[in-house]
């Protein structure tokens, strides 16, 4: 009776072993998941490099940070984390180091991996300081942030109109320019993420519209009495420019409430919509602005002809291409 007393109590022992294991896995998994930076821990783990770099070749800090929190998603991207690469700068002909390739303006681009992220934030100095192009812009002071990113954006370093704005918006917004005095300068313990906001795809207002971004690329909502001529006066872009990135003919009318892009479109959606079920009135051109992806590409994934258009309750692809089992 002893015997098979003993040998309940272990089952039970066991029993009890394996189900407080099972419950005890997910919150492990949970745990050792990474949590995004925000943009105050951007702030703190780079500070110091871009007053390093400001102090070696006079680049303010500021636009330095603003730069690095915008192109890498504030250290959160894929070419960040895997690559070291804050500046998205990709390998070009002279590049003798590693690299990594990433889905960009096009498939599998090839672009520079660090073994540091300080080797990011000198390379990315470098790019500044041995190119014709920047030369202009150190002829400003340090503390002059706002001629530093109008400076940039004329040279050409991002296609976005709005580019000069998003940089100021963020140093603005998140006092980068107390980094651009050669001083000692201490975080503001008083500030959270919750008052400054979130700047993922912010909006950013220009004289009249707010500009906003999808799948990484900027875009406005049409109003009314908009024609391309008062936009292009306003965004400062060039006659054939809005016509292009949205793929419209010349005799095309603008309607209000359209989404007007600003920027190229992309060769596929954004990560998590993979697949459009077609709705009444939906044509090919629609979705692709709805979901900010060339037409060309959207008709190759489907197998579609151009001009052709989907049939009420089908499934357009928008990442992948279509499966040859749903022909």
Not at 12 to 38: D, E, H, N, R, Y
Not at 56 to 69: E, K, W
Not at 167 to 187: F, G, M, P, Q
Request: proline share 3%; hydrophobic share 30%; charged share 30%.
């Amino acid at each position: 009776m002893i015997y098979y007393i003993a040998r309940v109590r272990l089952l039970f022992f066991f029993i009890v072993l394996i189900i407080g294991g099972s419950s005890c896995s997910p919150k492990q998994s949970v745990t050792k998941q990474k949590k995004a930076f925000s943009g105050l821990d951007y702030i703190e783990n780079y500070k110091d490099l871009a007053i390093r770099e400001m102090r070696r070749t006079g680049i303010p800090a500021s636009i330095t940070l603003a730069q690095g929190m915008l192109e890498s998603d504030y250290g959160n991207s894929r070419l960040a984390r895997q690559a070291n690469n804050h500046f998205g700068i990709k390998c070009h002909n002279n590049w003798q180091g590693r690299s990594i390739y990433h889905d960009d303006d096009k498939r599998n681009e090839c672009f520079r991996k660090y073994d540091n992220p300080y080797e990011s934030y000198h390379d990315h100095s470098e790019f500044l300081t041995s190119s014709q192009r920047y030369k202009f812009l150190f002829n400003y002071k340090e503390t002059d942030y706002e001629s530093w990113a109008h400076g940039l954006k004329q040279a050409g370093y991002a296609t976005s109109p709005v580019y000069a704005n998003k940089l100021i918006e963020l140093i603005e917004r998140y006092e980068l320019y107390k980094y651009d005095n050669h001083t000692e300068v201490y975080a503001d313990e008083s500030k959270n993420e919750d008052s400054l906001g979130n700047v993922d795809n912010f909006s950013l207002s220009s004289p009249g519209h707010k500009v906003y971004n999808k799948n990484r690329i900027d875009y406005i909502i049409v109003k009314r009495g908009d024609t391309f001529h008062s936009l292009n006066e306003e965004l400062d872009l060039l006659s054939w420019e809005l016509r292009k990135y949205n793929e419209l003919d010349n005799d095309y009318k603008l309607t209000p409430g359209e989404i007007l892009y600003l920027q190229p479109k992309r060769n596929k959606a954004a990560r998590g919509y993979d697949v459009h079920i077609v709705k009444e009135g939906d044509t090919m051109h629609s979705i692709s602005q709805m979901y900010g992806i060339k037409l060309k590409k959207l008709y190759q994934k489907n197998h579609l002809e151009k001009g052709e258009e989907p049939e009420t309750g089908t499934k357009i692809y928008l990442r992948k291409d279509k499966p040859d089992n749903e022909e």
